[in-house]
């Protein structure tokens, strides 16, 4: 069983990634998507920047609201009009994929990369055996025959842990759990064999034991397949579990982003630090658990200078007028004017330097 709800500081030690090319296969510089409406036009994601290593796990965290599913969509190509990217560039295995048209982009996503959603009873066809759902998808990817379609997905089937491949190829998707739709969903982003697969929240819709076995799933397929995941969800113990760094965002800025144990055991933004706080453990007992008063903005009501400074302790001075770029400290990189003390260093309340 995963440890979300045992507190994600308690990470369980996990076998050796393999070893990573130096050339990141995904890279997002600056990256900025708009939303035009009649008043002008909303700024969902703003600047972000990051890439993901052949066999990494990048996780993408942060409130409901914080721009994660628009950043995946708009590296999937499919942010829906009139909502557009703005500025920056995606480039997938050094090669610009954000200026493709529709028709190309549809050539990239499956073939190079794969995606697995929140909800796999809408992600599947009701009117389609998955079999056939799977045998279409490796076709119009692949120039293989109908048998050996067939073949390829079978084994698929039996790669994610469906049993009995061949006795559930000519089911629907309403005959399965679930947990096995969810399994058939990463069959099908892995159908072409993409390099990069976007996984957006797969596993909120899952009891905790299916959840369990989805992050076993999805860390093999990394490291035995070399594929990179950029793993999107709100949940701490998920990344804990499966996650080689983390981005957190906040109000479409990544506002704090590092090697996953620094970011949960020593964060440096306040944002970051509050939502570790905010996870319940079994070795502290507290009578309330801590929380971040008040809420992500609006689109339409994003403070000036940073973003979080209306719920931050710590804000003062530059944090009300000036917007903080995302800086190396010691083992992560934070966007903030007073960023927390490393561990060891002398302690302040940031609101009382100067």
Sequence with gaps: MRRAMTGASQA?????PVPMAATPLLDVDRLSIEFPNRRGRLLAVRDVSFAILPGE?????????????????????LVDPPGRICGGQVRLAGRRIDDLSRAQMRRVRGREIGAV?????????????????LVETIRAHLELSMQAARGRALELLGEVGIPAPAARFDQYPHQFSGG??????????????PRLIVADEPTTALDVSIQAQIIALLKRLAREHATAILLITHDMGVIAEIADRVAVMYAGRIVEIGAVDAIIHRPRHPYTAGLMASIPSVRQR???LAQIDGAMPRLTA?????????RCGRAHGPCASELPELAALDATRAACHWP???PGAPRDTGAAAS
Excluded: N, W
């Design 12 to 16: 369980a030690p996990s076998a050796p």
């Design 57 to 77: 796990v990048l996780g993408l965290v942060g409130e409901s609201g914080a721009g994660k599913s628009v950043t995946g969509a708009a590296i999937i190509g």
């Design 117 to 133: 959603f929140q909800d796999p009873l809408t992600a599947l066809d009701p009117l389609y055996p998955v079999g056939r759902q």
């Design 180 to 193: 096995m739709r969810q399994r058939v969903v990463i069959a099908l982003a892995l159908a072409a064999g």
């Design 286 to 288: 507290r009578e309330r």
């Design 302 to 310: 994003v403070p000036a200078g940073c973003a979080f400074h209306p």
């Design 340 to 342: 927390l003390p490393a």
